[in-house]
């Protein structure tokens, strides 16, 4: 038997006890169990199903404080984001459980037949056994009990979690306290269970009871699984976030407006969880003539190098670091820290690798002189999940021209604010085409992210009292 | 130049004049107008989209003559099956243009923050050019101004469309036809174009302006288009309809109960489109005591052959019954005609081939002993289009094991009724998991088939009047 360990991000220091890497049997036993689970779950009443989403929460708060340490010890992310990050998990668990309550949940929708024509019910029912595949940069929020087991088990569906490498620890924590939340509030045996390890996650895609899977994480990473779900005898569904350069426009009018306001907030943006969101902003296009390159370069100097991740992540993050330098001019280059780059358009529309995301504090200003340089930059830049303006009521004509390029290539478009800070609710697409997703019509936050978990069902002239729970009440 | 020929479908003739394979070049060509009219056709005002779709279901109608005698010289159907198809071509337009006008149709969604959280406003955009691969069973509802077209149209995407090759000067009538309408209408130039040849649909499917295909055929002709989209540089969604046995299960209360009405509905059903129906019942669980047999074999071959739609789907049919002929016992074997054969729950568990499609009229007749036999059936069949039970109100205990068996099987459970005849509206679902189609979470026919060509976008803090039309309405 293989053994991963827990890191303790800030020292390097292998942890114990060991977490013993999930066989490839083993996998094949737990969706066995999730489907065998399956119908049992999905025939629970709605409430039910909340009271699960609700008790998984409550436990989950009820554990803060060894979570948060243990999470603290294996990411380095500190205990401020790692509180506002459990926060948010408990937040989305419970948002989803209103969701499954709404009238509106299941899309019931009826056509009465006329003259001996069929009677229809449209309704959404759970896909099937979902494998989630966890993330490292939110060990709570995008991983065990994250947004996407959230959403899979709101949808009614198991879920057999793929654990991130990156804190093994935490994650068996988590599954502890999610099976034992789910025991607790009456779901099925195998509703819920999680794997760990490179071979296990291999298995897991290919399983043949798995009917839909999501990821969160790297482009190589995500592709790989994508292509194992697509090449399946029965191909299934692969929600994958990858990656974002998350491009940011400024226009003179917005500098000229509010300079200080732009140059602090981006920094801020830039450094948040040491650059490690999705939705970092990691390309921002700059008037030629506008002054900022300086102002910026001294704010983000200020800012510390902070620890990231793990040892995977600061190896990409040099790698990354690297490649921009062959094709931009450093302005910021502190060791494992913060970098800044700057190029010109000409450059930029001539060096695709200034496109790639470099996860990480790192971001590349493009300086332009006119509009007609921002047009052909945004009819270039590859999907992402955000694009950001930066501009002024004056700037109505360009803005007008950028935003039908833009909506084709990137799931939100923020005004006059920072990409950084997805809300959990029930307006948010945190998507947008590839790279930035395998999948641009689902998102993976909000409410909505369930809809990646149901499949319609139409029932012809089937009597009420025959159809099957939670359709009959 | 290579040329296609449209071929007489009755009596094998060659049909002048040639229609000329699109070349690679000329694809491109096609895919980068349309790419050049997307945002020109994503800006059009709501009513303008819905009067495009009018404009093409009138001018279809005015052309009626001539389009239903060209698809009958190419397909055989007959000129009442198709001048019911033309009617459910023009009546799917008309449906999508009141869909377009439907205050939901965009999905927006706002939500306001407060104590300085951002505002989000989210609706659905279109995912930009499609294409679109015709079916051969449907001339006119499933081929070039068919229900992907109009989906597609609908959800303001430009469109390419493969012709099949089973009817292209049919293809060709109905692409002037569609061509001229789009233009009185005022749809920008570059909207929609067809393309013929095998090489041409191999370059649409790679065509880096594509941004979603959708296909109804074979599950080899989709396989091979859905790995091709799913290996592309950047995978794009790839909606496959593609084969489907939709089984029927009959219990023998309603055996007792509805004899002969089962009997003549199931012939009925069996044979309709001479059994090229994506829904025609494939398979048939029976009582094995309820001495079924023999009088649906007699009604059956009472069913005069009728020619099949071209050459290929008559090879295809051959092989199929062939494949059937070595695991099942014939009862009806008519040369090129209707087949019906027998086999035990045994056997067919034993022989996965049996619950493969054979497309035209052969269907199969599973004989089981006990409740249990329909289970086990069940939990084993592969993905169909529907499911179809005949049972009575003393049947509830097995019925309420039997649904949550089909309904991760099917996308459309029938009651008491009969697969065949799709009913174009608001409830119907045209889906299912793999093999029925490679995308479970989507529908082909009936107004929700426009999702597969939208994705959401989200506004944060967005100026109401800076939003892109038709969204500033």
Chains 1, 2 share one sequence.
């Not at 056509?111 to 490292?136: C, H, I, K």
């Not at 100097?301 to 670091?321: E, K, M, W």
Request: charged letters at 20%; aromatic letters at 6%.
């Amino acid at each position: 038997m293989t053994n991963l360990y827990g890191i303790d991000a800030r020292s390097g220091e292998r942890l114990e006890p060991a977490v013993p890497e999930t066989t490839p049997g083993e996998v094949a036993e737990r969706c066995a169990a999730a489907d065998r689970a399956a119908p049992a779950l999905a025939a629970l009443p709605l409430d039910t199903r909340a009271r699960l989403l609700r008790t998984v929460a409550a436990e989950l708060d009820a554990a803060a404080d060894e979570l948060i340490a243990s999470a603290d010890r294996e990411t380095a992310l500190g205990r401020p984001a790692l509180e506002a990050e459990l926060a948010r998990t408990t937040h989305q668990l419970r948002l989803l459980a209103d969701e499954v309550l709404r009238p509106d949940f299941l899309q019931r929708r009826t056509e009465q037949g006329a003259d001996g024509t069929p009677s229809f019910l449209r309704t959404l029912l759970p896909v099937g056994p979902v494998a989630v595949y966890a993330a490292s940069n939110f060990p709570f929020a995008l991983a065990v009990a994250g947004s996407d087991t959230a959403a899979a088990l709101a949808a009614g569906c198991a879920v057999v979690v793929k654990a991130h490498p990156g804190h093994p620890l935490t994650s068996q924590r988590v599954d502890r306290v999610v099976t034992g939340a789910l025991r607790a509030a009456g779901a099925p045996d195998g509703t819920f269970s999680v794997v760990h390890g490179m071979a296990a996650g291999q298995a897991l895609i290919n399983d043949p009871h798995i009917r839909a899977a999501s990821f969160t994480g790297s482009q190589a990473g995500g592709r790989a699984l994508f292509d194992a779900a697509a090449s399946r005898p029965d191909p299934i569904p692969f929600y994958g976030e990858l990656g974002s350069v998350n491009p940011v426009f400024l226009t003179r009018a917005a500098v000229s407006a509010r300079r200080s306001e732009i140059v602090s907030g981006f920094v801020t943006a830039a450094t948040r969880y040491v650059g490690q969101l999705c939705t970092s902003p990691g390309l921002m296009f700059v008037p030629a003539d506008a002054g900022l390159d300086e102002t910026l370069a001294a704010e983000l100097s200020a800012v510390p190098a902070a620890p990231l991740l793990n040892q995977r992540i600061l190896d990409g993050f040099r790698q990354g670091t690297q490649r921009l330098a062959k094709a931009a001019d450093p302005l910021v280059a502190t060791t494992d820290g913060p970098h800044l780059f700057r190029t010109t358009i000409q450059e930029f529309l001539a060096h695709p690798e200034l496109m790639e995301e470099c996860f990480g504090p790192a971001s590349v200003l493009v300086a332009y002189e006119d509009e007609a340089d921002l047009l052909a930059a945004a009819g270039r830049l590859p999907g992402s999940l955000t694009a950001t303006l930066h501009a002024e009521p004056s700037d109505a004509a360009v803005v007008g021209q950028l935003l039908p390029l833009l909506t084709r290539k990137v799931g939100r478009v923020v005004w006059n604010g920072w990409p950084t800070g997805v809300a959990v609710n029930r307006t948010m697409h945190h998507g947008g085409p590839w790279p930035a997703t395998t999948s641009a019509a689902f998102t993976s936050i909000g409410t909505e992210s369930v809809r990646r978990f149901q499949v319609p069902v139409t029932f012809q002239d089937f009597p009420g009292d025959l159809l099957p729970t939670p359709l009959n009440a």
